[in-house]
């Protein structure tokens, strides 16, 4: 009987091992490159095992999208859910190592998927809605996920979560392609766009959070005006070097006063920033003034 648990099994392990071995071949070959054939023999079944179960290539490509989407969704559920008490961009960072070679598979998989539905329209247009099974997964973990971060960081969003999500997974998604060939470590990358992502598109809860944790949020009563500033409220993080010169002037620029009321800053009337010549000219303009007013006053 189709029921017994025990071909209820056999057909779950045969379901399994030929979910493995089209991994593989998407992976190394990629879909277009992927026949029945080379999916039994490294399976070890034969063609009879393969329709038992699918029904084409196709559908066995559909299948292991969504199972790996929800075979990762599950191991990055469980690194999250691992974080004790208010999450950090430390954390978060540990938890991402986690299952970044899933990952990493995934990614390669998702983009080989894209690429076929693209070159063949008539297999997206028969997919209809299935073929938006891993990015639904995905998307809804991702929603989820950052919702959950804030909410557990005492912030709420300032833009729609599903906005702040699609950024998070488009960046994560770029540092896994980066990473994946070139052996550069994407994880300074990645703690620079959770860090920017979340902070800047949320506020505290609490409004007189806002300035006590260093974070500006577009607040100008907050002091803050810079990044390293406005990523206190995660913990210590090491601050990227700044490509400005001493002066606090960047490379090719002139220095310009700074303080309250400095004319370098703003010209008169708040008419915007004075050059050097400007700047220049009106100090030779104010000395002129003051000398003869002092030639008056003698």
């Known amino acids: 009987m189709a029921s017994d648990p025990t071909t209820l099994r056999k057909r779950e392990n045969t379901r399994a091992r030929l979910l493995d071995a089209a991994e593989e071949i998407m992976i190394t070959k990629g879909i277009g490159a992927a026949r029945i054939d080379d999916v039994v023999r490294a399976a070890g079944f034969s063609r009879g095992a393969f329709y038992s179960n699918y ?20 191991r990055a559920t469980e690194a999250f859910d691992a974080i ?41 247009k028969e997919l209809g809605t299935k073929s938006l099974g891993e990015h639904s997964t995905l998307d809804s973990f991702i929603q989820g996920l950052a919702a959950r971060l804030l ?23 770029d540092s896994l392609i980066d990473r994946s060939g070139a052996g550069d470590d994407a994880t300074p990358f990645m703690r620079t766009v959770i860090e920017a992502v979340l902070v800047a598109f949320s506020q505290p809860v609490s409004p007189g959070d806002a300035c006590t944790a260093g974070v500006r949020n577009g607040d100008s009563s907050c002091p803050a005006d810079d990044l390293a500033s406005l990523l206190t409220s995660f913990g210590p993080v090491a601050t990227p070097p700044d490509p400005r010169s001493a002066s ?33 000219a009106a100090t030779e303009s104010s000395a002129a003034r003051a000398s003869g007013d002092e030639t008056s006053a003698t």
């Open 151 to 173: 909410e557990r960081m005492g912030r709420r969003p300032t833009i729609p979560i599903p906005t702040i999500s699609r950024l998070l997974g488009v960046f994560y998604m």
């Open 248 to 280: 606090g002037a960047r490379p090719g620029t002139t220095p310009l006063p700074r303080g309250p009321g400095a004319e370098g800053e703003t010209g008169p009337a708040g008419t915007g920033p004075q050059s050097s010549d400007e700047t220049k």
């Open 84 to 124: 004790d008490g208010q999450p950090n961009v430390d954390a978060v960072m540990r938890a991402i190592e986690t299952f970044r070679p899933e990952a990493q598979r995934m990614n390669i998989m998702a983009m080989e998927f894209d690429l076929y539905r693209m070159r063949h329209p008539e297999f997206a």
């Open 55 to 74: 029904s084409s290539m196709d559908a066995l490509m559909i299948d292991l999208i969504n199972s790996r989407s929800e075979r990762i969704t599950a």
